[in-house]
């Protein structure tokens, strides 16, 4: 059972490149969303989108793009990789909103903007 | 606005110790409380939740932890440690809702032999 599933691992951007980091889940869950994680601090939520279809911002959006067309997809987008991006990723679902419900982490990735 | 203040960022602690990391929140009101590990080099797993009821919630691998409404505060707890143990941990606070999470910076459980 993968859970969920994220590419790349690794990552070095030079400024001004363009990404997507891929993140898919196969436990069919509803709700998914995007974290950064920078030394020292919590989780920051980027984006979240509750179905196919449905994106919305979080904390910190600002750089970023996302789309869901599909249940199991929701790839996260820089257009214009600046320093202030580099960070870990982390990519998580859930079967819905309920704060009851886990969420379910993929293994992140580590990306560098040189 | 809410916060979620770990009040250690690194706990060393000798193997088969006690261990104790502690957690305050600041919200005027109910919330729910999360704990969750992230082991090296992988994404974050839960390790226990309180939802409502019993103010002593007891998660995987041996850790409980106890909510304090009045202290603001729900520290995690373990009898003794193991290396694999060794992790980080961060507590998380919510109003209702999964995109209303609240997490605090972490804090490094370090296992000493």
């Known amino acids: 059972n993968a859970g969920v599933t994220q590419t790349p691992k690794f990552r070095i951007l030079k400024i001004g490149q363009s990404m997507t980091l891929q993140c898919a889940q196969d436990?069919?869950?509803?709700?998914m969303y995007w974290y950064r994680q920078d030394p020292g601090m919590g989780l920051k939520l980027i984006y979240y989108s509750v179905g196919a279809g449905i994106t919305d911002k979080g904390e910190v959006p600002n750089g970023y793009n996302v789309s869901r067309s599909t249940t199991e997809d929701f790839p996260l987008r820089l257009e214009l990789a600046a320093p202030s991006q580099t960070s870990v990723y982390f990519c998580?679902?859930?079967?819905?909103?309920?704060?009851?419900?886990?969420?379910?982490f993929g293994d992140g990735t580590r990306l560098s903007i040189l | 606005a809410q916060s979620v203040t770990q009040l250690d960022s690194q706990v060393p602690v000798f193997e088969e110790a006690p261990v104790e990391l502690r957690c305050n929140y600041s919200?005027?009101?109910?919330?729910?409380l999360f704990w969750y590990v992230q082991y090296p080099n992988q994404g974050l797993q839960l390790l226990l939740k309180?939802?409502?009821?019993s103010t002593l919630v007891k998660g995987i691998n041996g850790f409980e932890a106890e909510f304090n409404k009045s202290q603001t505060s729900f520290h995690l707890r373990k009898p003794s440690v193991h290396i694999s143990d060794t992790a980080e941990y961060f507590c998380?606070?919510?109003?209702?809702?999964?995109?209303?999470?609240?997490w605090g910076a972490g804090t490094k459980l370090i296992i000493k032999p």
């Open positions: 998380a606070v919510s109003r209702g809702s999964n995109y209303q999470l609240i």
């Open positions: 919200s005027s009101v109910s919330v729910y």
């Open positions: 309180y939802l409502s009821g």
């Open positions: 436990m069919n869950h509803n709700y």
């Open positions: 998580a679902s859930s079967w819905d909103g309920d704060s009851g419900q886990p969420q379910h």
